[in-house]
């Protein structure tokens, strides 16, 4: 044993280091080792990097995410994503005629569409579909745009991510066919007439 200064240091008879007092556990003495130097300047480093990394990706965001830079580059190779849905033309849009679709077209009204525009498209929280009126336009590849987009200011949802791009198509195919109907209790015109 050593004095140093008020202090007792106690050295390890074999290799000569300090030995902590108070960390003996079954007749076995930890050595007050420095940390290697590598060690010590890894850690510092990790610490550094992990500063930058906040700084760069969350406070001024110049770097992308691993997943937003996927998805740009594979929108920039023309690759859809899994669960994406193909971009819709809507100028190009012709509305389905057949009976099978427009019946489709109709279950999915029944599941989806009725609770704000009714059964017979009269409009409740959603506009009137049955009149000669539109907010969003008259044509078929507007409905398709307004369903698939949504209008979150008029309170509309996107339904690209619930409903496939054939499934839109009949829905919409079918709300076509609600134009010049006469249900019950009709909401009151909203929008742009129809030419």
Not at 120 to 148: E, K, M, R, W
Request: one cysteine or more.
């Amino acid at each position: 044993m050593e004095m140093n200064e008020h202090k007792t240091v106690e050295k390890d008879e074999l290799t000569g280091d300090k030995l902590l007092s108070g960390h003996e556990y079954d007749n076995i003495r930890e050595l007050d080792n420095n940390l290697p130097k590598w060690w010590v300047w890894l850690f510092i480093i990790t610490i550094v990097w992990s500063v930058v990394y906040i700084f760069a990706y969350d406070v001024f965001k110049i770097a992308p995410y691993q997943q937003d830079e996927y998805k740009n580059e594979m929108a920039a190779a023309g690759v859809l994503s899994p669960g994406q849905p193909a971009p819709v033309d809507a100028s190009t849009l012709v509305a389905l005629t057949d009976q099978a679709s427009l019946d489709a077209g109709k279950e999915i009204w029944l599941k989806q569409c009725k609770v704000c525009h009714l059964d017979g498209g009269q409009g409740l929280v959603g506009p009137n579909l049955t009149d000669n009126f539109s907010i969003h336009g008259c044509a078929y590849g507007d409905v398709v745009n307004i369903i698939t987009n949504g209008a979150p200011e008029k309170g509309m949802i996107s339904w690209k991510t619930q409903l496939t791009g054939d499934q839109i198509k009949k829905v919409a195919s079918f709300v076509m066919t609600l134009k010049g109907t006469t249900p019950p209790n009709p909401k009151a015109p909203q929008g742009e007439p129809c030419k």
